[in-house]
């Protein structure tokens, strides 16, 4: 009877739920306007800026375009009751944007649109294993631990691709590098120095299909060894009568091995399906098994 009684007050719990939910969802359509000032800084010089402002709970897109500079305030008139993702556009330039809520009873707020100069980070690809070429790529960047405190905060932008090259207009500062196309291993690149007026060239880069086993070995609680030669080993990991008969060939095959760098990082690439152990040996410590 007592769970029965529970039972029945959660029912009515939640149908009083609903019907405040659903309250709620019509308020938001009624919702006032509010005028949103965003305040534009990094910009030196009058250049034209789109901005677009899209609702996350709604496919409503709100866009303005006007010649700006630092100091310049551009107004939206937005909905109350949404949470709003604010972006800009500006050539030669890029900003992280901000996602804010607008209260109904706000009538007005106002938020900073700062951005950084940027310059271009150009490439080459080709494809192994005869893959089709991928039609998109996008450079992540973020901070490196040195990065100073003028650095710009991480991100992702869009690679325009022609052919087999490839350009991303990204923030002028300090970064650790991504570059990633939808179904290919990613490429990593550390602590590249980007500077104003003068373009990065990354090379060609093999793109390989297949999965990607990574991460960084840390050496907590050993601050006086450094990361020279240590080592991760990827083995594949059979199980019930695949370990009994892939045993001799098991003993006799060569597990992968890669050198962690100067971060800890590794990167095993075009990793096949299956299951895997880590194991990770230092010269001058206990050697870490990790095992799924």
């Known amino acids: 009877m007592r769970l029965l009684l529970r039972g029945g007050e959660q029912l009515r719990r939640r149908s009083l ?62 909905a109350g009751n949404h949470i709003w993702k604010i972006t800009g556009s500006v050539v030669g330039y890029w900003t992280p944007g901000q996602t804010i809520f607008l209260r109904e009873s706000q009538e007005k707020d106002a938020i900073f649109l700062k951005f950084w100069p940027t310059t271009s980070v150009n490439g080459h690809f080709s494809v192994a294993d005869k893959a089709s070429k991928p039609q998109s790529l996008r450079a992540y960047f973020q901070p490196p631990p040195d990065a100073g405190d003028e650095n710009p905060p991480e991100g992702s932008v869009r690679c325009e691709v022609l052919n087999s090259d490839f350009s991303c207009d990204l923030p002028l500062g300090k970064w650790d590098l991504k570059i ?62 695949e370990q009994k008969d892939d045993l001799e060939r098991r003993l006799n095959e060569k597990a992968e091995m890669e050198k962690v760098n100067s971060r800890g990082f590794f990167h095993f690439q075009g990793v096949a399906p299956g299951i895997f152990e880590l194991n990770v040996t230092h010269p001058d410590l206990a050697p870490e098994r990790v095992f799924p």
């Open 17 to 78: 739920f609903f019907l405040l939910l659903i309250v709620l969802v019509g308020s938001l359509n009624t919702a006032a306007a509010v005028d949103l000032a965003l305040r534009i800084t990094g910009i030196d010089e009058p250049v034209k800026l789109v901005v677009e402002a899209s609702a996350t709970d709604s496919k409503e897109v709100i866009k303005a375009s006007n010649r700006v500079q630092s100091g310049a305030v551009l107004h939206l008139n937005l």
């Open 180 to 241: 990633r196309a939808p179904g290919f291993v990613s490429h990593f690149f550390w602590g590249k120095v980007l500077k104003g007026g003068k373009a990065l060239e990354l090379g060609t880069l093999r793109l390989k299909q297949g999965g990607s086993i990574m991460g960084f070995v840390s050496l907590e609680g050993h601050p006086r060894h450094g990361l020279d030669g240590c080592r991760v080993e990827l083995r594949e990991v059979k199980t019930g009568h």
